[in-house]
């Protein structure tokens, strides 16, 4: 039988968790032995996980740069995730060894998992690589600006670029592996698996064609109960599903917006049962536990969400516009290409506190989104989910 790890190690969200139980169950109805590294285990109990499916907690460093903000580049993200530092980055890899070592997986399927990725090229093993372009960059050196709204120091994108490389050559050259030419290279996969359509890519023109497979959206990822639209709403009133973080910093004026004037259903990840019982009201339904996300995009008229990566492309494949309220990089980018491609618009956090009222209801009555949104949907109609094109690119590596 064959045996597959799938890690998640950077990044946070419902997302990775979601995507590793759908393949983990795709793969186990083939009969694959599946094991699975997650970076966060909180939210994995509202998943559904194959019986015989193993859980482990993913290593993560935990001494990361306290001077270092604003990541403008794959390799500054990795030096602000621990690669800046040699010996904890070392010790990463000994523990993926470790894990490798106790799964024996013939194929490793990594969701942003790059020192699994190291770890697993050491050991010699294929490599397929899963989840948004954001966290695949091209095979190019020095790794390609992605900050694009603000000024960048590219000297300092540069230098840290050279000690990630530095601190992963070190580590190659111990064990007896190969020193990789760049950064890139080093996690260059074997197989590379893209999430969403070339229009969501922000590495879309850097990429050399054919190099990438991009495999649309994971529809059977999105499980969880139906959702129930408030009754007291005036037939008038816009749907609008929202997905939030409970930590959004502007979270409390967003809300206070939808539960007034529209008939919304708001999943917000983090909320406790107090917060949600003052939040809801009779045109403003909360769940605390994810929803049935493909029903919540063919009912809603729009999404109000953090421009995340799985959440958007959803909806627009369902042709429903996206208020977008980002709060960090790869967001912002996501709700960049959203809002040029005519469907979409976003607010800052800043400006959310502020201007969400306004720029909702200029949003809502512009009916040139909806039409964006529709015009994007019907490129991708009667499409495969991307969890089974994935899986069968990926046993095709290992016959």
């Known amino acids: 039988m064959k045996r597959i790890l799938i890690a998640w190690e950077l990044g946070g969200g419902m997302g990775h968790v979601m995507r590793a139980a759908a393949l983990a169950r795709s793969f186990d109805e083939g009969g694959i032995e599946i094991a699975v590294c997650l970076a966060d285990l909180a939210d994995s109990p509202f998943a559904r996980w194959p019986a015989s499916c193993r859980i482990f907690q993913a290593p993560r460093g935990s001494r990361l740069p306290k001077t270092f903000s604003g990541p403008a580049t794959f390799a500054e993200l ?49 490599v ?46 111990v064990r007896g592996a190969s020193r990789p030419d760049s950064l890139a ?3 260059a996969p074997d197989l590379e698996l893209l999430l969403g359509d070339p229009e969501t890519d922000c590495y879309r023109d850097q990429r ?32 609008l599903f929202a997905y939030l973080k409970g930590d959004y910093q502007s979270i409390e004026s967003v809300v206070g917006v939808l539960r007034e004037h529209h008939s919304t259903v708001a999943y917000v990840s983090g909320c406790d049962e107090s917060t949600a019982r003052r939040w809801t009201s009779e045109t403003l339904t909360i769940s605390r536990t994810p929803l049935d996300m493909n029903r919540c995009a063919r009912e809603c008229d729009a999404v109000v969400c953090h421009a995340g990566a799985g959440t958007v492309p959803l909806f627009l494949e369902a042709g429903k516009p996206a208020f977008m309220l980002p709060y960090q990089a790869e967001q912002r980018i996501n709700a960049m290409q959203i809002q040029a491609l005519g469907a979409g618009a976003f607010l800052d956090p800043a400006a959310a506190k502020t201007t969400f009222q306004q720029e909702l209801q200029l949003f809502l009555q512009d009916k040139r989104k909806t039409a964006a949104a529709q015009a994007f949907a019907s490129q991708y109609t009667a499409r495969e989910d991307a969890i089974r094109i994935a899986v069968r690119a990926i046993e095709r590596m290992h016959p």
């Not at 904890?88 to 998992?113: F, G, K, M, N, R």
């Open 78 to 126: 990795l030096y602000s995730c621990g690669y800046d530092d040699g010996n904890q980055l070392s010790a990463l890899v000994t523990a993926w060894d470790h894990l490798l070592e106790i799964i024996a997986p013939d194929i490793v399927l990594v969701d942003h998992a790059p020192t699994a990725q190291l770890a697993a090229r050491i050991n010699g093993l294929a």
């Open 185 to 187: 290279a080093s996690l």
């Open 208 to 239: 050399v064609s054919g190099s990438v497979t991009y495999l649309g959206n994971e529809r059977s990822s999105a499980t969880g109960p139906s959702p129930k639209w408030p009754d007291a709403a005036p037939p008038s009133a816009k749907r």
């Open 128 to 173: 397929a690589r899963i989840g948004s372009g954001f966290f695949a960059p091209p095979p190019v050196a020095p790794c390609p600006c992605y900050r694009s709204w603000e000024p960048v120091d590219l000297d300092r994108a540069v230098r840290a670029e050279e000690l990630v490389l530095a601190n992963i050559s070190a580590i190659f050259s």
